[in-house]
Structures are given as C-alpha cells and as structure tokens.
C-alpha cells in the first residue's frame, strides 16, 4: 500500500516534470500568506527603529540586497560590536529545521526577537521595542488592523517579521527549471558537477528544497575543521562535548550571493568552501577541475531574488522614545 | 519685452492651474535622465562596499524608506563614529544650490564623493572604492555599458549616484495638487498655516520648488540660536567671522518624515522647530494656534516617496578587496 502511493506520487511528480528521484526539490512560493501581516513585517524588517541606536534593522546583517547577508565575516552589531558568527541568510529560512547556527530558536517568530533584545546586536529590550511601536501611529493602525484592537506586543511584531520572512524564497533558479524538465537550463559542466555533488555524498546533507537547513550535523565529522572562532555549535546550549561544532547545516540556494562563508566566514571562496567541505566533512579531496564542476553546479542555485518596491515607514510620533545610538559609549 | 515674456509665461502657468504668483512652486519629475546612469547609480547608492566596512552605504544615513534621512542628531559613522552634525535629506536635494549644510560641494556629483572618503563617515578611500567597483564583475559590465570601455572610475561612480539621486523628488503633494489647482487638495487650517508661513516672512528663506535649498543663510539673523554643536557653516571654509552659522537653508518637502531638526538635530518636534525658527529668525512668536496651522500645512508638503523595486547588487569578485570593519579598532 506505502509502495503504491510512492509510485502515485512518484507519477505525479513526473506528470508535473519534477525529477521526482532527485533528493533536491524545487522552492516553492508559499501559499496561505496573511498579505497584512507579510506588509507588516516587511516594514519592521526595514526599520532600524527596533534597535537602541534607530540605526541597526534586521535588513543591516541579513540584507535582501546581497543574497539576504552582509557579506562580512562576522556581523556588526550595537556601537560597533563584532559579532560572533557569520549571519546566515535569511532567503529560504522558512525551510530550516530550526533557526539560528546551533539550532536554539524552534522558528522564524523565535529567531525574530533574538537580535532584537542582543547587546551585541540591536540592543534594544522587547518592552522597548513595544514602546516604540505603540507610539508611531502609522503602525499601531497597521498592528490593529492586522491583529485587531489592543496593544502591540512582541509576540504580534515577531509574528509579522516571520510571516513575511516566508515570503523570501527564491524559485526559478537555473537549477529547479531543470528539475521541472528543461534540460537546456543548465549545461554539461553544471550538470556533471551535480552528478558529483551527489555521488561524493555532499547530498547527504545538503538536500531537500533548500539544499541545506534539514538538519544539525556536525563540522569536521571525518577531519578536525581548524578555526579560531570559539562558537561551539549545540554544545553551548547542550552543554554535551558530542555536539561540539554541531551546526545548522547552511542552505546552498544563492550561496554565490553570500560569501564568505561558513559559521566563521573563513571561506572567501566558493572554491575554497567545496575544498575545505569535502575534505573535513566527507574525507577526500576534489580535483581542481572537479570542485570547479561542483562550483558551477551551484551557481546555478541563484533564484529569483526578493522583488518588491523599497518599504515606507511610518514617522515616528511625538512620545516615540528618542534612538540612543551613543549613550554607553 | 521682459514683461511681456513675464505675462506670457504667468499665462501659461495660469493654464497649467498653477498658482502663478506663489513663492512655492510643484516639484516636478526630471526629464532627459540617462536610464543606464540611474540604475547603476541607484545599486552604488545602497551598495556598502564603497564603505571600508562594507557596512554603510549612502542609504544607510539618507534612508530612502524614511524621507532620506536617519532620523538621528546626527549620524553614526565607521567604528560608530558620531558624525557632527544631522544627515540632510537627499530627497529633492537636485534643488539645493549647493550641496552640504555649509555648501561646500557644488553639485551632487561632488557631494557623493565626499562621505565614502571621509574617515568618520565611510572610511573608505576613492581609490579603494574603484578598485573594488572595478573587480565585482556585474558593476565593470555595467559601467562599460554606461561610459563606455575602459576603467572604471569615481569620476563615473559620483556622476552615476547624482544621476539617480535627480530621480528622487517628491511629486503630488497635496499641497502641490491645491498649487496646481485641487482646491480640496488642504482644509482649512493647513491653508490658513500658508498664509501665515508666507506673512510671516518664512517664505523668504523658504521658497523655490523644494521649499528651501535656494540660499545659505544665517541662522540666528536676529536672535542668537543657542546650540552646543561646533558647527560654524560657512564660516568653516572661508574663515569668515560673518559667515558664522550660515548654513544651506534646509528643505521643507517631506518635513514631517525627517525629524530631528536644524544642523544640530536639536528640535525633535515640527512645533519645537517652527517655534524657535520664527524667535531666532523673525525676530516673533506664533500663538499655538499659529504655530499648529504652520506645522498643519508644512505636513501637507510630504510627496510620493521614492518607489521602485529593491536594488539587487552584483556579489563580489575573487579579487574584491575584502571588507575591513574591525582593523582599526
């Protein structure tokens, strides 16, 4: 009966031209989206007004210009802090297991308040953060028609940020045209090196809509990875030395968009990122005209990047708290 | 002659609806701008590698979601430098006479190369800024296009920024619908604050299409303004003791998206700003009732902020200089 309803759905899959053995899948636009939420959330993803300073939004590190990253080895968060670890793209996050490097937060409405409240990032508190909010008359209309009457909350400004998170999918890449069934959409070298992505076993990983995101492995799990970045993956929250330099494993979708890479951004390079990977992760090493294959390969993982007109954000009102960029310096 | 051309062309605009004999006159849309320029302009305007960081862009302090300001006393800069004095707007600012709030810059070319190398703005240089245009493969694609073969330059980079920067006037404000005819387009009050605006002499300083920008005036003509900001305005580059606190006179379109105010950022409130305005530079004082007309009409003069899609930037090279956010710190 289990084998029946495969092969159906394996029919229907192929009747659609999806590759239906493939352990990639295509990203898909999301449906069921509130549309006053998503518009919602876009402004708050835009508005600096949720840090201390009036000057950090969620769009300085995960900027929808550049792949969803800052592209810095590491992000600069409140008075110029360094941060930890490299920002991960928020492009396709909606695919992640869970989100954040080690996993801590269950969803995207979780993540939304961490930097939020971190000093080292916005700086601001959640009460804050609500203050602000419920003093711009522009949002407290816009909060009120999407979550009804009564106060802003955190909860409902997370909520927003999430729902329009799940928007920022990128379908269309070269990749997932050839997934649904044009063969001429990526060429013979880009093709091989997928063929190659696959039989190394990079797949065992990096699969599913996202190339990436399903799960939580570890870094160097057949050769030590050497890095001076002391994040410590699911270890720091577990407290277990087995989840040393246990990671979200990255989604690949528009990874030519988002260098440097890795947790500790050491990678400059694509290539340097596939050398480093095969070797501590999968105990081998590529030849240089076979990385360039798997290289190719995932350049063709840049889809249609985040398409909308520049937000508007609503003036402050006059009890909006005043930003205090420079006060603890 | 001259007055018959004069009547001629009152005519004209009598036909045009526009209210021929008023100091203000509608922002209107450029005409002749070179497509190819404004694009490219409009990705290096929120491109941030021309910042040494990689971290600020020309948008990150004009915010083109927020009237084209930071809305701070002034603007953070790299290392979270505190910039001396309020970032102006850049919406409309292809009216200003000259550029910066001491009217150094001629033009807006000549404005955009000054924060990219200015050390507690961008902190880049303009050298390091060409060469990292000059090695992100999309932008040398773009520029050949745009100047034709050779290097790139920041002679073309400036010029490619001012050519977008023209695009960003504020059309369709209602209090340029009622100019041009609507006369439903303000009530009652906010016509009654035109009145007062223009018999109480603010018109003087505040006129043209952007409602200022025409002229560097002094600020304080016949009472002393009191500020703890070191600005000196002209005076700065002339040397000039009667030069001391003149300053560009700011632009007044999109007035209530751009608090704080005056150079030093010190009124947080329209009514503050009017207020001490009228004392310092009129030498009067409004009634509240007045000055609530005033601010009620000022608020008329928001326009269509800026619209288009998000700007998607080329990603890096294998030979982009690499951020620098932390060496100097």
């Known amino acids: 009966m289990k084998q029946a309803l495969l092969l159906i759905a394996m029919a229907l899959m192929s009747a659609n031209g999806v590759a239906a053995e493939e352990p990639i899948q295509p990203v898909e636009r999301p449906k069921h989206l509130d549309a006053g939420k998503v518009e919602l959330g876009k402004q708050l993803f835009f508005d600096a007004r949720l840090s201390k300073s009036g000057w950090i939004s969620c ?4 900027n929808l210009s550049r792949g969803g990253t800052d ?13 930890p670890i490299n920002a991960p793209t928020v492009l396709n996050s909606s ?3 869970a989100q954040f490097w080690d996993g801590r937060a269950a969803d995207l409405k979780a993540q939304a308040g ?5 000093p080292g990032e916005m700086a601001s508190t959640h009460e804050l953060a609500v203050k602000v909010l419920q003093t711009i008359p522009g949002y407290v209309q816009e909060f009120e028609k999407v979550y009804g009457k009564g106060p802003v909350t955190i909860d409902h400004a997370t909520d927003a940020i999430a ?4 928007t920022l999918v990128t379908p269309d890449s070269r990749f997932d045209k050839w997934l649904k069934g044009d063969k001429n959409a990526i060429n013979a070298q880009e093709l091989a090196g997928y063929q190659l992505f696959k039989i190394t076993g990079c797949v065992g990983c990096h699969n ?14 057949f050769n030590p990875y050497d890095t001076s970045n002391p994040s410590l993956g699911v270890a720091g929250i577990s407290g277990q030395s087995i989840d040393r330099f246990r990671f979200k494993v990255p989604i690949l979708r528009n990874i030519e968009l988002t260098a440097p890479y890795f947790h500790d951004g050491a990678a400059k390079t694509l290539e340097a990122a596939v050398d480093t990977m095969v070797w501590v992760q999968l105990n081998r090493h590529f030849t240089p005209a076979g990385r360039d294959k798997v290289v190719a390969f995932l350049k063709t993982l840049t889809g249609k990047q985040p398409d909308f007109p520049l937000p508007q954000l609503p003036p402050s009102g006059p009890d909006t708290p005043a930003p205090q960029p420079f006060d603890s310096k």
């Open 208 to 221: 599913g809509p996202a190339v990436g995101g399903g799960t939580l492995q570890r870094m160097g799990s």
């Open 95 to 97: 695919y992640n297991v």
């Open 71 to 83: 592209n810095l080895v590491s992000s600069i968060g409140h008075g110029w802090a360094q941060g």
């Open 114 to 118: 961490g930097p939020i409240a971190n």
């Open 163 to 166: 729902e329009f998170e799940r």
């Open 59 to 62: 769009n300085s590190c995960h």
